[in-house]
């Protein structure tokens, strides 16, 4: 049976949670809501207001998810009524392990979809507009619902593009490599690597860019780098870092994403990207077998969801958009979850 309401049995009970994630499973859709809904609350731009919601109950929770995440239909209302009571409106953070302790549905793509990626009006991304250095996260789901991906620029200290090249990726875990393809773009300067840690699976804004100017030294660094993070970063020649305030893990956005420092002892994944020069679009097309899978997973073809844009019947080939067409599927769109240093101290 498929039980969206198995919260109730939990009671904050981390053991008990433990014994139960092989037996419990979720519909799909509800997984993937109550992620969003997770990441939503946990974001500084868009936080849950505890002190609201103790004022208004119930109902400030089922306002929340509305605004944030998407519309309640009486079965949603009643899987976040059990989600309430399972963890507790204080154990926000809680929620993360619980929620990954079940087990929703899984589903599986026969090859990596061709994907366009476009804006949240659906108008396809223009490459030579993405902001260089960005520290707005800037993210994309592939290839399946719930595969977050960070888009970035990368560039120098003074904000001008430069080239990723391709490089030979380390796992520690097994001690061998794999090949990453560099940058796309004008600039061959634009990277896409998932956005869920290695380690834990901590998601933005846990997990975030530094640019160059947050982490020079003497910069104005709002968030705390540890030393060994730096210095194995100046070793590596990286003047920005992707860094998870979780437990401390660092990757190397200049060189495929590669480990920094651990705990995390996997690169994160990398989306190929690619580029269209007679139009400037950028397209998700793919991810290496070789490299370790997406945080969870045990292959980056299996997952919890189809991207609204996926289609079924075609399983997205490679196409090529012109410019000023539109765009019915396969595509993934971009969402901007805001600055994660802006109020930082």
Known sequence: ????????????????VESMKDKVIIKR???????????????????????????KGREYLYEYAEKNVGPLNPERRAFLKGLLIGIGVFAVASAVPLINSLNPQEIYLKSFPWMIIVDSNGNPIEASKIPVNDPEILLFEYPMLGDITFLLNMGDENNNPVAVPPTEVLIPETGKTYHFPGGVGPYNSIVAYSAICQHLGCVPPEIHFYPPQYFKVGGSTPNYIPPDAYQAAMQAKAISVIHCDCHGSTYDPWHGAAVLTGPTVRPLPYVE????????????????????????????????????????????????????????????TLQNEGNTFEGGS
């Open 29 to 55: 859709e509800d997984f993937i809501f109550a992620k969003k809904l997770i990441w939503k609350m946990r974001n500084k731009n868009t936080r849950f207001d505890t002190k609201e919601f103790m004022t």
């Open 273 to 332: 990207l690619y580029w269209d020069s007679s139009t400037d679009y950028l397209y998700a097309i793919g991810m290496n077998p070789n490299a370790p899978p997406i945080m969870d997973h045990t292959s980056d073809l299996e997952g919890v969801a189809y991207l609204d844009g996926y289609d079924e019947s075609t399983g997205c080939p490679k196409f090529l958009l012109k410019k000023g067409q539109g765009v019915t599927n396969c595509y993934t």
């Open 1 to 16: 049976m498929i039980y969206e309401l198995s919260f109730y049995i939990c009671k904050n009970n981390s053991k008990h």
